[in-house]
């Protein structure tokens, strides 16, 4: 009992300063200098993904985000993780696409939306309001139940 409570206190802690409501507007260059928006596609939901390269969870979590990429649109923002030579050469070895990778080596998008841990993601739905946030591990499956809840 001990235990789940510790877990419920430390993601209440880490979602505290979370960015609710409209989510932020944003346009950034990805990793293969296409130029990108936050804003959700029409009928479509919005997954925009915080991660790190030190971070172990988001190495697990990284083939559920790149098969989630091939049906929606996904926003991979790489926190802190080095120079953009860096997280290329990171993206190559982790069979990751860099057309949707976004370098917020400063942190400034990640202190836009509140983020203080990894992986974070944001379930934005097409009229640009935050549905869903989570902090950590999600499953393939409970991705595409979320994206699909908020595409509704």
Same mark, same amino acid.
């Given at each position: 009992?001990?235990?789940? +409570?510790?877990?419920? =206190? =430390?993601?209440?802690?880490?979602?505290?300063? &979370?960015?609710? @409501?409209?989510?932020?507007?944003?346009?950034?260059?990805?990793?293969?200098?296409?130029?990108?928006?936050?804003?959700?596609?029409?009928?479509?939901?919005?997954?925009?993904?915080?991660?790190?390269?030190?971070?172990?969870?988001?190495? +697990?979590?990284?083939?559920?985000?790149?098969?989630?990429?091939?049906? /929606?649109?996904? +926003?991979?923002?790489?926190?802190?993780? @080095?120079?953009?030579?860096?997280?290329?050469?990171?993206?190559?070895?982790?069979?990751?696409?860099?057309?949707?990778?976004?370098?917020?080596?400063? @942190?400034? &998008?990640?202190? +836009?939306?509140?983020?203080?841990?990894?992986?974070?993601?944001?379930?934005?739905?097409?009229?640009?309001?935050?549905?869903? =946030?989570?902090?950590? /591990? =999600?499953?393939?499956? @409970?991705?595409?139940?979320?994206?699909?809840?908020?595409?509704?």
């Amino acid at each position: 009992m001990m235990v789940i +409570l510790a877990v419920f =206190v =430390v993601r209440a802690w880490q979602q505290q300063n &979370l960015t609710t @409501g409209v989510a932020p507007s944003f346009t950034s260059k990805t990793l293969s200098g296409d130029t990108i928006n936050s804003k959700p596609l029409p009928n479509q939901a919005l997954l925009i993904h915080f991660w790190a390269t030190w971070c172990g969870i988001c190495a +697990l979590e990284n083939d559920n985000i790149q098969a989630l990429s091939k049906d /929606y649109k996904v +926003l991979n923002i790489a926190m802190q993780s @080095g120079t953009n030579a860096e997280l290329i050469k990171y993206a190559n070895e982790h069979n990751m696409r860099f057309d949707n990778i976004i370098n917020d080596n400063s @942190g400034s &998008l990640a202190k +836009l939306f509140g983020v203080r841990a990894t992986p974070s993601s944001f379930f934005i739905n097409p009229k640009g309001h935050i549905q869903f =946030v989570e902090v950590g /591990y =999600v499953t393939t499956l @409970g991705y595409k139940i979320r994206l699909w809840w908020v595409g509704l």
